[in-house]
């Protein structure tokens, strides 16, 4: 099987008031689940809901985010994938009990709530919650279209393990706004007919170009550039140290005396940071005083 690589594909029908989008998430995929050790139901849930958010981040119309949060009574307590504009993506699950392989959204979730946060780099955020009524993340998300954009969509996504290695891709198909009339919804319904056609080897193992050729070669589509899309987890040692550092010295101090070092785990990637005393004492002792005079002259 080729390497299909890790970008996200809009594009529109010049003869019809609908776009689209399309996204390929293997390598993604695997970075964010390799440093884990989920059950196969949840690693499943949460490829979903990481094509899912990137399907979302792309309809964004200005710099910023998206978290795309699942929360509910049943086993799984909350799974939730952030990402923004840049198609930079992470996510994380928690869950207790034994997961049953086979285990679909309500197993999981149990009776629960789909919570969409988008904050913009400039300006205020804003939430939606939506009720997960629906069977599958697909048609969850087409309900939240429907209730909070009034734009007709369809989403599809598509997982599996090949090679013992996760993929996941997807599929978003739009009404453009204000194309209300009964034409309009006619075409919209022709496009997500063909759509429908799409199989999961196709969608997840050939190059978008190809997909699309096959699912609207008797259309007209204009597809536009690329963009790449990541795992990024945004942890680092650094970030680490301001959080001791912000803690203070003397509660950083009490923690040692507890323990032997102080570990610090990340969420996302699983990557352990182990504090020694020695690594504490080092970083309280190079953080400047505030009678320490600026080093330098002053213009």
């Not at 610090?264 to 690594?279: I, K, L, V």
Request: charged residues 20%; aromatic residues 6%.
């Amino acid at each position: 099987m080729s390497h299909i690589p890790d970008q996200l594909h809009r594009f529109i029908f010049e003869k019809y008031e609908v776009r689209g989008e399309l996204v390929q998430l293997n390598q993604t995929t695997q970075d964010m689940l390799g440093g884990h050790h989920y059950p196969q139901a949840i690693q499943r849930l949460l490829s979903e809901l990481l094509v899912a958010t990137s399907l979302l981040t792309a309809t964004l119309k200005f710099e910023g985010s998206i978290t795309v949060q699942l929360q509910g009574d049943g086993p799984v307590r909350f799974a939730v994938i952030n990402g923004d504009h840049q198609q930079q993506l992470r996510g994380v699950a928690r869950y207790e009990g034994v997961i049953a392989e086979n285990a679909g959204l309500h197993d999981l979730i149990g009776k629960g709530h789909m919570i969409i946060t988008v904050t913009p780099n400039e300006g205020e955020r804003y939430q939606g919650i939506v009720a997960l009524d629906g069977d599958t993340l697909s048609a969850c998300l087409e309900n939240y279209f429907a209730q909070s954009e009034q734009l007709p969509t369809r989403i599809w996504i598509k997982t599996e393990q090949h090679e013992e290695q996760p993929k996941s891709a997807g599929m978003l198909i739009q009404a453009m706004p204000n194309s209300n009339s009964e034409q309009h919804a006619l075409d919209f319904e022709h496009i997500t007919t063909l759509t429908d056609t799409i199989k999961s080897d196709e969608l997840l193992g050939l190059p978008a170009e190809e997909v699309l050729y096959r699912l609207y070669h008797q259309e007209e589509v204009r597809l536009f550039d690329p963009q790449s899309v990541s795992f990024v987890c945004g942890c680092s040692r650094a970030r680490c140290e301001a959080a001791l550092l912000q803690l203070g010295q003397a509660e950083v101090a009490s923690l040692l005396e507890e323990q032997e070092d102080i570990r610090m785990d990340c969420d996302y990637c699983g990557t352990e940071y182990h504090f020694s005393a020695s690594d504490v004492t080092h970083l309280f002792n190079d953080q400047p005083t505030q009678s320490e005079e600026p080093k330098g002259p002053l213009h």
